[in-house]
């Protein structure tokens, strides 16, 4: 067992029909897990099952050689979670937004500055976040990976909304998480390009 | 990126962030908490002009009114409690957060009572004046709802937990606190028409203390179990 995280023997109902079952993988640092599938496939059931959100009907995934359910704050401090319901408060601006998830793990307001910087949100920082575009609100979700410091990212659908630059800015984004040791897990209906060791799971 | 340079972040400050964001929320979006607040003062002011105006039967009725309407007031609001952060995906991130659920928990129900708790007990000497409760009864009065407010904010943070995922569960919410709200209403009301009439009346004040105490130390596991299986 040196694999970092691992899914063993999953198996996900939903309502009578079954999404996917004996579904094995193992995933070390540096490498890629890609849920390919078409809509309604159960790529979100999957991640949100790995993520500990939501209980498989059997099987289990393990995270450093243990279940994630027994160690599961330990677990989350490694994890950060990108959805396409992004978790930001549209009433609130973006400054304000990333202050809190900032409180929430400990970061520096430095790393909040250079992280702003680095995704060039900084003329959008004093609007409330309702007023920013769909593409907008992404990029703005992918500041919490970076302020996060996880070795594991767990994307959903992470190019949806983006334009050309901004689907270009999330594959640079995880092949440099990549090459620093990270892990990432990301599902999609479309291809996309990412130069790292690539495990793919394809749903029916 | 390795996982030994790694600090867990400090509780204290998961949970002042929490409370910190609910609060500037609701400076943003004033209404949600002057509703329940106009909806307490709105009954409690009107219940004099409809009953029998004597003096000694508003006094008599008045602790009773005002618990019913403080219960009723925290009950219409704790419905949003983890509305919002369900329907955006806050909740996922707040869920998935490094800090523990239950700490959190208690941080929204802080917020809770922060926001409609505790604008309640401070308008109560207004409303206990059309009631003609003399000054020392008030004191009393305000202990009893600032106890009372806590223990139904924390409550309340279960069955809003409970209820989140399901649509119009707001009778449903009411109907899970009740039973759990009775003790308070009961002691709370009966504590201060005990004051009110020169009985000693200490020991529902340590009851509602006491009770307090133990949605304090127990509510917030409760309430972040029910977070986790309404979010499945």
């Known amino acids: 067992m040196t694999e970092l995280l691992s899914g063993n023997d999953l198996c996900l109902l939903r309502g009578d029909r079954c999404l996917f079952q004996r579904l094995n993988f193992a995933l070390n640092c540096g490498e890629l897990l890609f849920v390919e599938g078409v809509n309604g496939s159960g790529k979100t059931s999957l991640l949100r099952g790995i993520a500990g959100l939501l209980d498989f009907e059997s099987g289990y995934i393990t995270w450093d050689g243990q279940k994630i359910l ?6 989350r401090s490694d994890l950060v979670w990108l959805s396409h319901r992004v978790g930001f408060k549209g009433e609130l601006n973006l400054l304000e937004n990333l202050q809190f998830e900032s409180a929430l793990r400990s970061c520096s307001m430095e790393k909040t500055a250079a992280v702003i910087e680095r995704l060039s949100l900084a003329p959008l920082t004093s609007l409330p976040f309702r007023y920013l575009s769909a593409g907008q609100q992404r990029r703005v979700a992918l500041a919490r990976m970076l302020l996060a410091n996880a070795r594991l990212w767990i994307m959903d659908e992470p190019f949806t909304y983006l334009d050309k630059a901004g689907q270009a800015l999330v594959a640079e984004l995880i092949s440099e998480h990549l090459a ?17 060791p690539t495990q793919r799971v394809t749903l029916q | 990126m390795s996982g030994q ?4 972040p400090g509780l204290m400050e998961g949970f002042i962030a929490i409370v910190r964001r609910d609060l500037l929320l609701a400076w943003k979006r004033p209404g949600d908490v002057l509703n329940p607040l106009f909806f307490f003062a709105m009954v409690a002011s009107l219940f004099p002009l409809a009953a029998a105006p004597s003096p000694e039967q508003l006094m008599l009725n008045g602790p009773g009114v005002v618990w019913v ?3 009723l007031a925290t009950l219409l609001s704790l419905n949003s409690l983890f509305l919002s952060d369900f329907e955006d995906g806050s909740l996922d991130q707040i869920i998935l957060s490094p800090q523990p659920l239950p700490l959190l928990g208690l941080g929204k129900a802080a917020a809770h009572w922060l926001l409609s708790g505790l604008p309640l007990v401070l308008v109560s000497p207004l409303i206990a004046v059309s009631y003609r409760m003399p000054a020392d009864i008030v004191g009393v009065m305000m202990l009893t709802l600032a106890l009372g407010t806590v223990s139904l904010s924390l409550l309340g943070a279960i069955g809003a937990a409970l209820t989140v995922g399901l649509n119009r569960g707001n009778a449903l919410l009411s109907l899970l606190i009740m039973p759990l709200a009775m003790p308070v209403l009961i002691f ?6 005990l004051a009110a009439t020169g009985d000693p009346y200490a020991a529902g004040i340590y009851f509602l203390a006491a009770y307090c105490m133990l949605a304090l130390t127990l509510a917030p596991f409760a309430t972040a179990a029910a977070l986790k299986i309404s979010n499945e």
Request: with cysteine; proline share 0%; glycine share 14%.
């Open chain 2, 188 to 193: 709370g009301a009966r504590t201060v028409s």
């Open chain 2, 5 to 8: 340079d790694r600090q867990l």
């Open chain 1, 180 to 196: 620093g040791g990270g892990l990432c897990v990301a599902a999609s209906h479309q291809a996309v390009d990412i130069a790292a």
């Open chain 1, 70 to 75: 027994d160690a599961y704050q330990g677990f």
């Open chain 2, 69 to 71: 309407a403080a219960l």
